[in-house]
């Protein structure tokens, strides 16, 4: 059988190791259109400051990641004890949030009324919606203090999203399962607790996961499955079309070549995607355009500790609620978060800046971007001193948003692929964006591959 994965990325990478290690016998090639593999995971490794341009780390609240780490020779690392200690900029400060439901509900995070209304929402009965925003979602069960202090800041930490438009099916389908199974909320979560108690596991209060990385960043992860992969890995090799030639595809590339496979992947993002297959299948190519990306910039500072000595920088960092009307969407503090991201008496700080709120400020150009950045940070944490290292990094297409209706356009394409035995779509703009789902889901997907092949399905 041969196999062609399309997409260098987290997700075409971990799909060809799996492959590899379930049936030695499978010829698989990847295809990246860039001369760099590792799509959003990129490290910028300069100056003795080890950068991340896109992805930060991974939770290990899901097993995925760890163990692909295990399998592939590498040792995550942990983030610092101090990291747990998040921030959240309200009216001119920022905000520890408390991380425990009893210590959150007895501080003063939010008003007593906000309080109250979150504890009512044992109360509301559950209605029953296929879907709808994480903002309405969360208005009419938790209020909206909670919502505009709490889970709008965290659907731009997570999404760079607009709350109003994400789906709470497709984003937080857990919390959505809780409402649907138990009734609500707080009732799911206690419902939740007793099963795990009687089934002997830790409870826990909220999804929790310790955020790790590697030492050298998350890059290292990618080059450790190149060195397995080796030249099963096709760099500077642009594909623009796929057709089918009797139970075989041909894949067409950018520079005239063409290739035939048994089976095709396509891990590449939604916009890309919709265009390889617009020959092949307008129905499918217009089904995956709907995916929407915003972009979003990211801007790494590094100052000379000396020159931020009364700036407290202990803690994971900070995230902006819309509410505050600022123009970043939050900081991330890298050098309390990981040991090693900087020289010996240096800080770095990465601030996310557009998102589906704000695409225009991501899009300024360099010297607008870091004068705004400065000025945040001055207002925001202090920061008077001039940055010793500036760097930007530019996602123009970033993180793809599971709006309303999501999970519709995943059955309607998931119908429309049943027309193409053979070809599969992967990728985190389909069933989870973060790096742990992306590998979760090569895992499933190399299983049903090499079933579907043996079944000649
Ligand atoms: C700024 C930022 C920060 C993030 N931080 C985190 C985080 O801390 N933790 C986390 O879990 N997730 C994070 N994410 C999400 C995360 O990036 C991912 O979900 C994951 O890395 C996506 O991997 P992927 O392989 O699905 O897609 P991508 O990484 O987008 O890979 C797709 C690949 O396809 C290639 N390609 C595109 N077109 C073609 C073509 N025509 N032919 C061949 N190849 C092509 C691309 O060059 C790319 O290499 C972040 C995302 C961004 C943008």
């Not at 990641?65 to 900029?89: H, M």
Request: aromatic fraction near 8%; charged fraction near 25%; charge should be positive.
């Amino acid at each position: 059988m041969t196999i062609c994965i399309i997409g260098g990325g987290i997700s075409g990478l971990s799909l060809a190791f799996f492959l590899s290690q379930a049936d030695r016998t499978i010829e698989i090639n990847v295809y990246e259109s860039q001369d760099r593999i590792g799509g959003k995971i990129w490290t910028d490794r300069r100056d003795g400051f080890v950068c991340e341009a896109g992805v930060n780390g991974f939770l290990d609240n899901k097993p995925a990641t760890l163990e692909l780490s295990k399998q592939i020779g590498i040792n995550p690392v942990r983030s610092n004890d101090n990291s747990r200690r998040r921030f959240i900029y309200l009216n001119g400060k920022l905000r520890e949030i408390p991380d425990k439901p009893l210590t959150f509900l007895f501080s003063d995070f939010l008003s007593l009324s906000g309080r109250l209304n979150m504890v009512m929402e044992f109360m509301r009965p559950p209605r029953s919606k296929d879907d709808e925003s994480m903002q309405d979602f969360a208005l009419r069960r938790v209020g909206r203090e909670f919502f505009e202090k709490l889970l709008d800041p965290l659907a731009s930490g997570i999404y760079a999203g607009d709350p109003s438009k994400l789906s709470i099916r497709s984003c937080f389908t857990k919390v959505y399962d809780l409402e649907r199974n138990y009734g609500g909320l707080i009732k799911g979560f206690i419902a939740l607790a007793k099963e795990k108690k009687k089934a002997g596991k830790k409870v826990e209060a909220g999804p929790g996961g310790i955020l790790h990385s590697f030492e050298n960043g998350m890059y290292s992860m990618i080059e450790s499955l190149r060195d397995v992969l080796g030249d099963r890995i096709k760099v500077s090799t642009k594909v623009v079309a796929i057709h089918r030639k009797s139970d075989r595809y041909i894949v067409y590339f950018e520079d005239g070549r063409q290739t035939e496979s048994d089976v095709v992947v396509l891990t590449t993002p939604a916009y890309e995607t919709s265009k390889i297959l617009s020959d092949l299948d307008k129905e499918l190519s217009s089904l995956v355009s709907r995916i929407p990306y915003p972009p979003l910039t990211v801007v790494a500072l590094g100052y000379k500790n000396s020159d931020i000595k009364n700036v407290d920088l202990n803690g994971f960092g900070f995230l902006v609620p819309a509410m505050q009307k600022r123009r970043i969407l939050g900081t991330l503090f890298d050098t309390s978060i990981f040991s090693k991201r900087a020289p010996e008496g240096y800080s770095l700080l990465r601030t996310m800046i557009g998102g589906a709120r704000y695409p225009h400020l991501a899009m300024l150009d360099d010297d607008k971007i870091v004068n705004m950045t400065i000025e945040e940070l001055s207002d925001i944490l202090g920061i008077e001193a001039d940055p010793h290292l500036v760097r930007i990094y530019r996602w123009e297409q970033a993180i793809p948003q599971y709006n309303v209706g999501h999970y519709k356009i995943l059955e309607d394409i998931e119908m429309a692929l049943s027309r193409h035995k053979g070809l599969y779509l992967s990728g985190n703009a389909f069933k989870g964006v973060a790096v742990n789902d992306c590998i979760a889901n090569s895992l499933l997907l190399s299983q049903t591959i090499i079933k579907g092949y043996k079944d000649g399905i």
